[in-house]
């Protein structure tokens, strides 16, 4: 693996951040700078880029760049359903998410690569007074090339606010599997946690790499201060939310849709649904337990994993 700088994707990152703050009418309101240290600065400004080639015999992380606070140090090859694809645990230097915090993600799958990207732990978004933090995450996945992005749920801290863009460009061929979970705060720790962040927004939009089609965008805005998120038609009672996205081919997102299945209960409810362009597959649970909805996701992961590369999924770590 080689590391060097690339200071014109470092600045191109930063540059999309600081556009997507100022254009999202959602942030409006929270432009403010913080007291301690202004937003981005130094320490509050992460980037981290990770490429993945195939070599001989197994994929290799080939390339990394990275700034404080994302970090990653090496890839690893812990999955025994698949030990030729390497795994990365991104990690956060600061252990948490600060207001004024802006990050980038780029994660690049070469033509025929594996890989499997997560991080450390839950990504915990603290309270706020003053501005908000944001992310810009960039997946590309070229010809036969396979990524699984399982990052660890969000826990959003009351009077947080926080934004995030997800942009994806994925060749013919190639599979993408993308999941972000949703808990509603620490509801146990303070009486005023459950939905007591400001602002959650999240969006995705994914396109074809050969041509730059679009095949989807999908956002949504959650401010439990100004909308009732228990309500019929938005979270129903049901408290954590889990988002899987599966981009593929669509015979096999059709083979995946009829074995996920979708079942509706008093503590869970899930089911998927084909998305435009036939690209593939979008995932939705809801559930009243953290335990559940990760068991949900699982197994649809144990699902897509299966049909795609025709490997199952290891056993699950006892301390995660």
């Excluded at 600060?98 to 993600?105: F, I, S, V, W």
């Excluded at 033509?111 to 603290?126: M, P, W």
């Excluded at 606010?161 to 972000?180: C, K, M, N, P, Q």
């Amino acid at each position: 693996m080689t590391q060097c700088a690339d200071i014109s994707r470092v600045r191109r990152a930063r540059e999309n951040l600081e556009r997507l703050g100022r254009q999202a009418p959602e942030l409006r309101a929270f432009q403010n700078e913080p007291a301690q240290m202004p937003s981005g600065a130094v320490g509050k400004n992460g980037y981290l880029r990770l490429e993945f080639t195939a070599g001989n015999g197994r994929s290799e992380l080939s390339f990394m760049d990275r700034r404080v606070p994302l970090l990653a140090q090496r890839a690893l090859y812990w999955d025994e359903a698949m030990p030729r694809m390497p795994c990365v645990f991104i990690i956060s230097t600061t252990g948490c998410i600060l207001q004024g915090d802006r990050t980038a993600l780029e994660i690049a799958v070469g033509e025929n690569a594996q890989a499997h990207v997560t991080t450390q732990s839950a990504g915990k978004i603290h309270m706020m007074n003053a501005n908000y933090a944001a992310q810009w995450q960039e997946l590309v996945v070229e010809k036969g090339g396979y990524l699984e992005y399982m990052p660890e749920p969000m826990i959003p801290h009351r009077t947080s606010r926080f934004f995030s863009r997800t942009d994806i460009s994925i060749a013919g061929g190639g599979s993408l599997l993308y999941a972000e979970m949703l808990l509603p705060g620490r509801k146990h720790h303070h009486q005023d946690e459950l939905f007591g962040y400001e602002l959650y927004s999240s969006s995705v939009r994914a396109a074809r790499r050969e041509s730059g089609q679009p095949l989807f965008a999908e956002k949504f805005i959650l401010r439990p201060g100004a909308t009732d998120l228990t309500r019929t038609g938005v979270m129903n009672g049901f408290e954590i939310f889990g988002n899987v996205i599966l981009l593929t081919e669509r015979d096999k997102a059709l083979r995946v849709r009829e074995a996920a299945g979708a079942a509706v209960g008093p503590e869970l409810a899930y089911g998927a649904d084909l998305l435009p362009q036939d690209c593939g597959l979008i995932f939705k649970v809801l559930g009243l337990r953290s335990e559940a909805v990760r068991e949900a996701i699982r197994q649809f992961w144990r699902i897509a994993r299966g049909t795609v590369t025709g490997h199952d999924l290891p056993e699950k770590f006892l301390w995660r």
